[in-house]
């Protein structure tokens, strides 16, 4: 079994079993069952509009669910203990832009309970010291996405479920943003990240790729190259959908 930062054998921090969602008359997600292993960076990869977002919110427990069941940390999706481990960064950044990065934080911190030494170490983490004292309304998009994570971070959640957390950014803060995960995750936090765009995956220790409300595979980047015979993960994500007879 696979080791945690710490030495201890890891198991899954989530475990989705069977999960149909239906939002409206359209069913969203078929029946759906998958495993995220702690302490890794999971990448939730696939075209916009396959359930991806609507997978995050069950995990997160603010989905309605139709049937099935989603455990996180050992608990059912949702429970009350989780509120202070489970951290959730949306695609629009929670940032109020009438304040400045460390008054966000402050704000957040009080709402969440969390000691205010928690501020300045998640300013630290995201990289923002110089940006602590402006205000959001002055700050870029990529630095919004950084404030966003930072407000996550604050009661030191042992899992992060991020919702196309680089989308719109230019490389160099994609590539920034990717390192701080990875370090998240040495540390021994577990990352779910979603995005649609497959050159994000090799970034990722294991891959979760869906299509139309359904999971297409659950391998690491290198096991679906070999799989499929392709280099590039954006043709070997094509050439699982062909083997599947999935249009």
Known sequence: MPSAADGSPRGSAISIEGLHVRRGH???LHGLSAEVEAGSVTGLLGPSGCGKTTLMRSIVGVQVVESGRVTVLG???GSAPLRSRVGYVTQAPSVYRDLTVRENLAYFARVLGAPRHRIEAAIETVALGDRAGQLAADLSGGEHA???LAT?????PRLLVLDEPTVGLDPVLRRDLWATFAELARGGVTLLVSSHVMDEADHCDRLLLMREGELLAAETPAELRRQTGEDGLDRAFLALIEARGTR
């Open 75 to 77: 608990r059912p999706a």
């Open 146 to 148: 950084r404030v966003s």
């Open 152 to 156: 996550a971070l604050l009661g030191e």
């Open 26 to 28: 359209r069913e969203v």
